[in-house]
């Protein structure tokens, strides 16, 4: 990605203002505004959900029930700002909850918490942006659950750290410490990113 691909300020600022508008209007009942805002979301949370979910057909149900969860939740929601960790949050419950009532045996908190980490040790490039997203897609496969969802957030949604911490309840240095180890994999199985894997 080079500097004239970036999002300039201004843009994200008003991309920030547009959502919190959509959000005001579906707070007010605009239907038109609610669909705009699942056509807006819908492919994001179906891919965040199917990162833990394998079948289809479970990764539509659950999407609904994210859609029935932000209709009922909608109204209380105040920090508008707020609505992508919001919606992620509610996605991650109900993909929980569908694993938890499908696969009885799942434990209340399936993985175990994770240890900080910053950097990567060997000094090499940590960061995949690199990589074709098509090739980074395939990759994720290759993750755990909760490692898949911390690089959905980041690299496909462009949640910052501290959002993607507020959408699946941990702190920051879980987050990071979730992007290392996944990094770490991906720079495994692809080699370092700085090599413009690429076109």
Request: glycine share 4%; net charge neutral; charged share 30%.
């Given at each position: 990605?080079?500097?004239s691909d970036e999002p300039r300020p201004a843009a994200i600022e008003g991309q920030k203002r547009e959502l919190a508008?959509?959000?005001?209007?579906?707070?007010?009942g605009e239907r038109d505004?609610?669909?705009?805002?699942?056509?807006?979301?819908?492919?994001?949370?179906f891919r965040y959900v199917a990162s833990f979910l394998q079948d289809p057909r479970e990764v539509d149900e659950v999407c609904q029930n994210v859609w029935l969860g932000v209709l009922r939740g909608l109204p209380r929601l105040k920090e508008r700002a707020s609505f992508a960790p919001w919606l992620f949050g509610i996605a991650r419950r109900?993909?929980?909850?569908?694993?938890?009532?499908?696969?009885?045996h799942a434990p209340e908190?399936?993985?175990?918490?994770?240890i900080e980490v910053t950097e990567?040790?060997?000094?090499?490039?940590?960061?995949?942006?690199g990589l074709d997203p098509n090739v980074l897609e395939q990759?994720?496969?290759?993750?755990?659950?909760?490692?898949?969802?911390?690089v959905l957030l980041h690299y496909f949604e462009g949640l910052p750290i501290d959002q993607i911490g507020e959408a699946i309840h941990a702190p920051p240095g879980t987050v990071?410490?979730?992007?290392?180890?996944?990094?770490?994999?991906?720079?495994?199985?692809?080699?370092?990113?700085d090599r413009g894997i690429a076109p």
């Open positions: 990605m080079n500097d508008l959509l959000v005001i209007r579906c707070q007010l505004a609610l669909d705009r805002m699942v056509v807006d979301w819908h492919a994001s949370v109900s993909a929980f909850d569908w694993m938890r009532m499908r696969y009885r908190e399936p993985w175990p918490e994770d990567a040790s060997d000094g090499s490039t940590d960061d995949p942006e990759g994720l496969q290759s993750l755990t659950p909760l490692e898949r969802e911390v990071k410490s979730r992007l290392h180890r996944a990094r770490r994999k991906l720079r495994a199985q692809f080699g370092p990113f």
